[in-house]
């Protein structure tokens, strides 16, 4: 009796053993395993649960000999992505493929020349789409995003992005927080988005497990559907017996955000980590020692599999089968997740925000398993202490020490939509073109654990694909069309084509002492200015624009016969020749000889500055965040703090008396770091107003970015600009409580009117002396301001200068604004439904011919701009500040040909200045050299400020 079990069991033990290091099926031998008497009733799941262990993880190595994509839509049609620059993600991001692009079945069936005979057996059915030469790329990949979890537009009862319900709990998923209707699916799939990795937030050391989706609309019209490659957890079923198991994801973070959650510090949180491993540890030994018995066929008392919902995913991360993603800042905390992955024996995959990593090379090197890649921004920080070392250079820096490196949004920390341009940032500041384009598809795709099917434009990889008007790496690159699965997601292809963008990438000056720099400071290298010249000699200038009271603002009143830069010679072109900070002649050289060999003895020597074909043009000016109030925005010691709500449940101090007026001015901070790199970039002033809440009444103020304190000769060109107010749905009081207060003070007309600050901003506001700003989205309540201010002025019987600055739904009162002559601060450029009250965006190319600039000035509506918004969500940020040059050149390549360089450089100078009260000279305006190019030109470097005011240049 006991014999021919016996040997049944060897028999099992041996068979198990060979298929455990063989990976060989197991059913066929389990069907022919009778069980023994003393053997657990659910042996054969046992078995199944103790092989599952061994399975490899990752695609198995016949993946891609599938006839179909596991994700192809029955009925979508085969197509011919005809004469496209390809970029394929092989040959470490350099190989480019001119050629054709056959898509079926959901993949990408052949790449290059492709056979007629191939192209025959489709006949009519091939749909064909003719890229005309133009770039086609992966599709963009989002190795960090919060889209579906953390809702667009915000709705507070639908936030399911954290937990606040315990500091470790990798058992949640943000899967099941996933909404399907979310605004930002078709904007962010207009940007190229087709992948993206959903992490949960970042409020716990261990914030629960991420998931893959694809961002495209599914039949079933769920989150499931939705979800690449799921693993077997998802359910809890047991992969087939000779399956690979599917990489799982999951979220870890370090720092600040979880200490503020949980009211704790660094120690907990790591001491937290240590816990939850260690306990995952136990239970992965259990299980070891639990299977060893099973192989050894010891079946007696063997009990119930060790196991734990709450605790499995962490044991799948000690057995490698998980990418962990942590969100982790600073040298502090990179240095203890490195520590920790040792202890525990396990890899990280990304490090994300990742600030520092450019600082530790050797500590990443040194994580457990490799290297984890650097998931970070290009240019979002200082926000925190922990973002303040930031360096736009730390890409550069990290793959010239073999690092990996991806950028990633945070969505929607940074909208998806931009997430190539997060690509375009860094590789304006040294990342190589390779590396760059990778950062968003090929890079985030192997961290991932997707590599074999996206990221790559290649035989067998799923069909996601951009075809791009421009190259991926110009500024303003648009898709012209976008597929997911095979399946064309644009409707209207048309609408970008119309532009005649750049095809090859902006040259990019050696960026090499920048970075030394960054590394050498740690981060904080000095960017106060101390070199200046009173006597300066600009040569080789291409083009002069300067401001003027004609034409659109600003006029070319220069510009080189000559026009190829890479021919320019000593003083080929024109020659700027500046005494005392003001331009005395503009021209050839010969038409300026008499200002540049002078006869006068007391005269020095002129510093001499090559421009390289580069331009000189009006300096820029930032709206929009409070730069100049703030060194941390998330730090109170560092910044002025916010002023008092008067309709807000906090008192008016009785100090302050009835009417109190805050004045801007009055808490300045010079020298912070994002003023500071603003001057470098040529954006040498900014109208500031006071940090607040919901309503508010201030007067902003005007100050210049480059100075060290007030005191300082040009640090102040205006003190008070304008009154500044807020009118919002923030759910605090209502609207019409907030024009209540605003109707009270602008309609009231009466002799013995009130003598306090307030009123008498208002008394001029109402005078037409000075403009009223009011940041406001919602064209409900632009509406209302519309009409409130003809009421005051039928009251008051004179103009009223009214400005609305975010202005994010004004495109629907266009014509309203316009004949009510009202202007718009349009910020930031590109629009977002982050709140409901923003959510009628007018979304621009592709999805839109016009965009809401293009739209007010059709109107003929007074336009500025603004680098920053005005968000519920994140409070506007000073970091980009730097980029408004590249945020008006956006906007006019957006406008498909309909604004010109002097009208965008227009709305980022005059125009606001105009509309924000500042009332300067335009002689006395700062003008910006720029060595190479033109100051909208990504590729050229701002080298000097020429100050009237301060009656220098400024060397940079
Ligand atoms: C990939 O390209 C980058 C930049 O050109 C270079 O630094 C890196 O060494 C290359 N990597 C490989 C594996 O060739
Ligand atoms: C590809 O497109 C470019 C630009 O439109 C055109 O000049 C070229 O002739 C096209 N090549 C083929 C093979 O159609
Ligand atoms: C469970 O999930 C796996 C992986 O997605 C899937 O293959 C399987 O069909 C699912 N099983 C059930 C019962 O839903
Ligand atoms: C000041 O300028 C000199 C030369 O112009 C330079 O070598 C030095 O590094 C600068 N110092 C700082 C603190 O930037």
Redesign the pocket.
Known sequence: MMKPLLERRYRHFLAILLASLLSLPLIKLRTTYSRSPRAPSNYASIIDKCHALKLPVGPPPTFHERPESDRFATGTPPTLIQNATIWTGEH??TQVIHGDILLDKGMILHVGKIHPDILQLYGAELEISDAQGKWVSPGVVDLHSHLGDDPSPVLSGASDGNSFKGIAQPWLRSIDGINTHDDSYPLSIAGGLTTALILPGSANAIGGQAYVIKLRKTAERSTSAMILEPPYQINSSSPPSDAYVRWRHIKHACGENPSRAYDGTRMDTFWAFRQSYDKASQLKKKQDDYCSKVDAGQIDNLGEFPDDLQWEALVDVLRGRVKVNTHCYEAVDLDAFVRLSNEFKFPVAAFHHATETYLVPDVLKRAYGGPPVSAVFSGFSRYKRESYRFSAYAGKIL??N?LKVVMKSDHSAIDSRYLLHEAQQAYYHGL?E??AIASVTSTPADAMGMGHRIGYVKKGWDADLVIWDSHPLALGATPIQVFIDGIAQLEDRAISEKSHKLQRAPKIPNLDEEARKAVEYEGLPPLAVNASSDYVVFKNVKDVLVRSSSGVGVEKVFSAPQLDSEQAEDFEFGVVVIRNGTPVCIGLYESCTSFISDSESDDSEPTIVDLKGGSISPALMHYGSPLGLQHISSEPSTTDGNVLDPLGSNHIPSILGEGALVRAVDGLLYGSRDALLAYRAGVTTAVTVPQHGSLFFGLGTCFSTGALHKLELGALPQAVTALHTAVSFNGVVSVSTQIAALRRLLLHKGENSIEDALHGAIKEVVAGQIPLVVEAGSADIIATLISLKKEAEAIHGNPIRLTIAGAVESHLLARELAEANVGVVVGPIHPFPDSWENRRILPGPPLTKDTTITKLLDHGVTVGISSVGFSIRAPPGNWNAQNLRLYASWAALDSGGKIVEEQAITMASKNLEILLGVSGKDEDADLVATMGSGLLDPSSRVVSIISPRGGKVDLL
């Open positions: 470490n991001g793959t010239e073999g190589p390779n590396v």
